[in-house]
């Protein structure tokens, strides 16, 4: 524990300080609630996308033998640019993906057979599901770390700051209240001297 002065002026300060404590502490458990919300939110789109990506990859596995004509769909798959924005949450700037844009990568249809456009589809899905379960991880991992710093914040508040100060405030109380009582004590005696005139 710190070294206090045993004042008026530090006990003022302790009061005060306890207030601006108990005052910022509700904000940061809402904080923290609404971390917790996000963070549990960002978990259920990512569990969500990557059950998506699991079956549009299963339902790709049906075209394993289709990929075996020594034709690179991979050349017809390519990505052009991806569309971002940003939102803010609880103090946190996370990315968000509004759109994946796909070169239209022009093929000849005599020597491409049919299936080719289903697969640059189905291919196309996945990129963005993947591009997608990024962002999302992302938004994850800064919303988690914000949330630590958070849960750290609330813990100094609750388990160190606010009860320091109560006892700061108390040892304070306690050293005036004995200053202030040997001085009543010191004026009666001083009191009891002038009466009896030995001063």
Same mark, same amino acid.
């Given at each position: 524990? $710190? *070294?206090?002065? @045993?004042?008026?002026?530090?006990? /003022?300060?302790?009061?005060?300080?306890?207030?601006?404590?108990?005052?910022?502490?509700?904000?940061?458990?809402?904080? /923290? !609630?609404?971390?917790?919300?996000?963070?549990?939110?960002?978990? @259920?789109?990512?569990?969500?996308?990557?059950?998506?990506?699991?079956?549009?990859?299963?339902?790709?596995?049906?075209?394993?033998?289709?990929?075996?004509?020594?034709?690179?769909?991979?050349?017809?798959?390519?990505?052009?640019? +991806?569309?971002?924005?940003?939102? =803010?949450?609880?103090?946190?700037? @996370?990315?968000? &993906?509004?759109?994946? *844009?796909?070169?239209?990568?022009?093929?000849?249809?005599?020597?491409?057979?049919?299936?080719?456009?289903?697969?640059?589809? *189905?291919?196309?899905?996945?990129?963005?599901?993947?591009?997608?379960?990024?962002? &999302?991880? /992302?938004? $994850?991992? &800064? &919303?988690?770390?914000?949330?630590?710093?958070?849960?750290?914040? +609330?813990? @100094?508040?609750?388990?160190?700051?606010?009860?320091?100060? /109560?006892?700061?405030?108390?040892?304070? =109380?306690?050293?005036?209240?004995?200053? !202030?009582?040997?001085?009543?004590?010191?004026?009666?005696?001083?009191? =009891? *001297?002038?009466?009896?005139?030995?001063?």
């Amino acid at each position: 524990m $710190a *070294k206090i002065k @045993l004042t008026k002026n530090e006990l /003022k300060r302790q009061k005060d300080q306890l207030k601006r404590f108990q005052r910022y502490l509700p904000t940061l458990i809402l904080k /923290k !609630q609404l971390l917790q919300v996000e963070v549990r939110n960002v978990e @259920l789109q990512i569990e969500d996308k990557r059950r998506k990506r699991q079956e549009s990859f299963a339902e790709l596995l049906e075209w394993i033998d289709v990929f075996g004509e020594n034709i690179d769909i991979a050349q017809l798959v390519q990505v052009k640019g +991806v569309c971002t924005s940003s939102t =803010n949450i609880a103090g946190v700037d @996370l990315p968000i &993906l509004d759109e994946v *844009k796909f070169e239209q990568v022009p093929y000849d249809l005599v020597v491409y057979p049919l299936w080719v456009d289903a697969a640059v589809k *189905k291919l196309q899905e996945l990129a963005t599901l993947d591009i997608a379960l990024s962002f &999302l991880e /992302k938004q $994850a991992a &800064l &919303l988690a770390a914000e949330l630590r710093v958070t849960t750290q914040r +609330v813990n @100094l508040f609750e388990k160190v700051k606010i009860p320091e100060t /109560k006892e700061n405030i108390r040892i304070i =109380n306690i050293f005036l209240g004995d200053q !202030q009582t040997a001085a009543v004590v010191r004026g009666k005696m001083a009191k =009891n *001297k002038l009466v009896r005139g030995t001063i």
